[in-house]
């Protein structure tokens, strides 16, 4: 019953031996028994009915494959293996009815990936030449069969030759599929090395998880021709895990790249494709004593679930198409093009047919026969690559404009904080000025007001703010603001009146809301002030008690109070931002706080300034900080800029 041919890949071992010296066992010249039947280790048992080999997805259990082998004389003088290249990794052999070897364990359906095994077939079994072959296997995973070799007879001198010979034969004929999926692998690290330049681009993410993880999928298949000590349940985790989140996955990638969360109908989808990954949880060896009792009911369940899965994973790929069509993004058409072939020529079994394309598995150039997937993913990773691109170049148009539009809005800024403070008779005004970013929410004013000619007439404005938020919005508040303070201070009478002047102004013209301290100078040193919602100034190191109304622009109905205070000759009085008590310590993430503010309030604008950030070094400045410093005097007044 036995015929002499090869399987799957030529016999490249029969280039170098005589058919005498190999007797290859095709599958297709096997039997079968599905169930488990002992009477089938042995020919002409009533109980063990056979039929023609199947290799039927649709079955689970134990079933066993037969074949009546007549060895040639040749064979029969010398010691004899046999070659089982098995397609399950839970099996074991008999020769004549007697075990002469397995893989894996029954009780536990544990076994290795690699369950090529050689076994010696005892000498008193090929006296007669008649062998009747029967293996006993576990049919675990009925979707995932490995049929890339065939059991085979040899002198067990020659059985390591043969078996390196069918490996080297499925490389030569496989080395293209498995090097464009480790290019594909490269260019999947090359994405997340992208990510980790800027995290916030989520697609480079994905498309780095989906290449990478196509990689690993094919070193799971490797490992069922090569050893790499991988149990049978890792390699169908990998397997089962990388169907079922393929899709799920360019799903990801395309809402990334749109920059939209993923639609409820999408995320059905994604889920609609992930049960199949209930098989993986149920070989996990510590799990399996649990559910062993309930596999056998189980596993069909699920392989039914299979169809249902590669259903809605098909159905995800095509929804895509629509949005990647329609998109005004250039790029996003190219994307659309390459998932449509991508899916026509993975999914060809399932809607090849609807679509009359039939595509072929292979491709023919020569005398090499290139596997159509891998090409299909390398031009997939090829246009992700020239998308990327394209978006890369785009985004950096954009980052661009941006710039230009902060570079202009800082030019503004630096207008309306003058580079130079006026000067004020009989007063010294220093300012540091150190903004968290390009453009900043702290602004400061020193306004001179004209002389009326009365005794102790006020003499400047000395204004300090912040602005909520940062960057370009908190940006254009401040010039709002900065414009209303130039506008109103020469009609308004005291700091309060001052206030609800800007307050008027900013009500309702401005997202978010604004301290602000006002204090009117006067020659005598006598100081009015009012505050909304502004951290106290300092005198002389002491903290100034102040009436802390609500901040600008949050409602009209609001009153602002004044108070007063004498600025003596060789007094300092020292007003700050919020930015200078937040200041936040890198190692002991403690704050800069109101004691240390008031300890060096005695200082310096700058060094008050400088203070503030030398304790926040090595994290990033979180706020804007900014200090004014008033004293009487004729100093001439200083201004830091960062």
Not at 34 to 52: F, I, K, M, R
Not at 75 to 95: D, I, M, N, S, T
Not at 465 to 471: I, Q, T
Not at 619 to 637: E, K, S
Request: net charge negative.
């Amino acid at each position: 019953m036995a015929t002499l041919m090869c399987f799957v890949l030529p016999c490249v071992g029969q280039e170098k031996h005589s058919e005498t010296n190999i007797m290859r066992l095709p599958w297709e010249s096997w039997q079968l028994h599905v169930g488990d039947e002992p009477g089938c280790t042995s020919a002409g048992d009533a109980e063990c009915n056979l039929e023609p080999y199947s290799n039927d997805l649709n079955r689970y259990g134990v079933e066993w494959q037969r074949i009546e082998v007549t060895l040639p004389v040749e064979l029969r003088q010398q010691p004899l293996g046999l070659l089982v290249q098995g397609e399950e990794p839970v099996y074991e052999v008999f020769a004549n009815g007697q075990r002469i070897g397995g893989s894996g364990s029954f009780t536990t359906h544990l076994g290795p990936q690699d369950s090529r095994i050689i076994i010696p077939i005892p000498p008193g079994l090929t006296v007669g030449g008649h062998l009747v072959l029967a293996i006993r296997e576990l049919n675990m995973h009925t979707y995932l069969p490995i049929s890339y070799f065939v059991p085979t007879i040899a002198p067990t001198q020659e059985m390591q030759r043969v078996m390196d010979d069918d490996t080297l034969t499925y490389l030569r004929a496989s080395w293209q599929h498995y090097l464009g999926f480790a290019a594909l692998g490269g260019i999947g690290l090359f994405f997340f090395l992208l990510f980790s330049i800027n995290t916030k681009l989520r697609e480079y993410f994905w498309l780095g998880a989906l290449l990478t993880l196509l990689f690993i999928f094919r070193v799971g298949e490797l490992a069922s021709v090569f050893d790499l000590g991988m149990p049978s349940w890792m390699g169908i985790s990998i397997y089962v895990v990388g169907n079922c989140v393929q899709a799920a996955i360019i799903v990801e990638f395309i809402f990334a790249f749109l920059g939209s969360p993923v639609s409820r109908v999408f995320r059905l989808l994604q889920f609609g494709s992930a049960p199949l990954m209930i098989n993986s949880l149920l070989l996990i060896p510590f799990l399996f004593p649990l559910v062993s009792r309930f596999l056998r009911y189980a596993e069909p369940v699920i392989f039914n679930a299979f169809g249902a899965s590669v259903f809605f994973a098909v159905l995800a790929q095509l929804l895509l198409l629509p949005m990647c069509f329609r998109s005004k993004l250039p790029e996003m058409r190219w994307i659309g093009g390459a998932i449509l072939f991508l899916t026509l020529v993975e999914d060809r079994w399932h809607i090849g047919w609807v679509l009359s394309l039939g595509f072929p598995k292979y491709l023919h150039w020569g005398s090499l026969d290139f596997d159509i997937r891998p090409v299909a993913w390398l031009l997939f990773a090829i246009v992700m690559l020239i998308a990327m691109t394209f978006r890369l170049r785009r985004i950096q148009d954009r980052n661009r404009d941006v710039e230009q539009e902060i570079a202009a809005a800082r030019g503004v800024q630096q207008l309306l904080i003058a580079e130079a403070l006026p000067l004020i008779p009989g007063l010294t005004v220093e300012s540091a000025y150190l903004p968290a970013q390009e453009v900043g929410g702290d602004f400061f004013q020193v306004l001179p007001l004209e002389s009326s000619g009365a005794p102790d007439a006020p003499t400047a404005f000395v204004v300090l703010g912040d602005v909520s938020g940062k960057g370009m919005k908190a940006a254009m508040t401040v010039s709002l603001i900065v414009g209303a303070l130039r506008a109103s201070a020469r009609k308004c009478t005291g700091p309060a009146e001052l206030l609800k002047e800007v307050n008027q102004s900013l009500f309702g013209r401005a997202d978010g809301f604004a301290t602000c301290l006002i204090m009117m100078m006067r020659p005598s040193g006598s100081v009015s002030l009012a505050n909304a919602g502004h951290p106290n100034p300092y005198l002389d190191g002491v903290e100034i008690a102040t009436d802390c109304n609500l901040p600008l622009g949050l409602t009209l109905d609001v009153t602002y109070s004044e108070s007063t205070l004498q600025l003596e000759p060789g007094l300092r009085l020292a007003l700050v931002t919020d930015g200078v008590v937040e200041a936040t310590h890198a190692a002991s993430r403690e704050l800069f706080g109101f004691e240390r503010t008031q300890a060096v309030s005695r200082s310096s604008a700058a060094e008050i300034a400088e203070s503030a950030r030398s304790f926040g070094l090595g994290v990033p400045q979180a706020d804007d900080i900014t200090v004014l410093t008033v004293a009487r005097g004729l100093i001439q007044p200083t201004l830091v800029l960062a």
